[in-house]
């Protein structure tokens, strides 16, 4: 069984980088047709697709946010990041990691979340 | 970029039948997800590529599309269906997931 786990600092200041990692256990991050995805959600509103992250490497982003964020892959720790640039409180969200199936267009297994507040 | 449109909420009493709607220019070509968010909570898959349930989703939940509007229905609702659902789909012309706005189910 798949899962996946996010973790960080949970304040980041303004202006700051704010950094999550997800831990992936139960399958092999390189290995496979796999999406590897970022999804943030502030708090009472919708759920927001950050980007993604490929088996090989190749990245995509949501381009609202595209000059400010990267995904990188660790296949050492079987995990994948997030780094988001130049923040400010409108970042604040739970921030959620998720897989797709290459062939497929949904997200078949996600983190609980991680709520990352951004104040000083 | 590709938009999702769902009612903000839809309220029905325990029994009934709720269908809540994703509306998106010819979303029928699309293939339209359906999640199920409880507070406190990651969403959970509860309908994907239109119509299929995965595993563990009861027969009370489906889905279809055509047109412009997908919709979930969920059929004979419980205390328990009391969530927000959120429809998706995987934009491939610009390679993005695209969610809809969600929607409140409330039962009365």
């Known amino acids: 069984q798949v899962q996946l786990q996010e973790s960080g600092p949970g304040l980041v200041k303004p202006s700051q980088t704010l950094s999550l990692t997800c831990t992936v256990s139960g399958g092999s991050i390189s290995s496979g047709s796999y999406y590897w995805n970022w999804i943030r959600q502030p708090a009472g509103k919708g759920l927001e697709w950050i980007g993604r992250i490929y088996t090989s490497g190749s990245t995509n982003y949501n381009p609202s946010l595209r000059s400010r964020v990267t995904i990188s892959l660790d296949t050492s720790k079987n995990q994948f990041s997030l780094k988001l640039s130049s923040v400010t409180a409108a970042d604040t969200a739970v921030y959620y990691c998720?897989?797709?199936?290459?062939?497929?267009?949904?997200?078949?297994?996600w983190g609980q979340g991680t709520l990352v507040t951004v104040s000083s | 970029s590709y938009v999702l449109t769902q009612p903000p909420s839809v309220s029905v009493a325990p029994g009934q039948t709720a269908r809540i709607t994703c509306g998106g220019n010819n979303i029928g070509s699309k293939r339209v997800h359906w999640y199920q968010q409880k507070p406190g909570q990651a969403p959970v898959l509860v309908v994907n590529d239109d119509s299929d349930r995965p595993s563990g989703i009861p027969e009370r939940f489906s889905g279809s599309n055509s047109g412009n509007t997908a919709t979930l229905t969920i059929s004979r609702v419980e205390a328990g269906d009391e969530a927000d659902y959120y429809c998706?789909?995987?934009?491939?012309?610009?390679?993005?997931?695209?969610f809809g706005g969600g929607t409140k189910l409330t039962v009365l």
């Open positions: 998706q789909v995987w934009d491939s012309s610009s390679d993005q997931g695209v």
């Open positions: 998720a897989r797709r199936y290459g062939g497929n267009s949904h997200f078949d297994y």
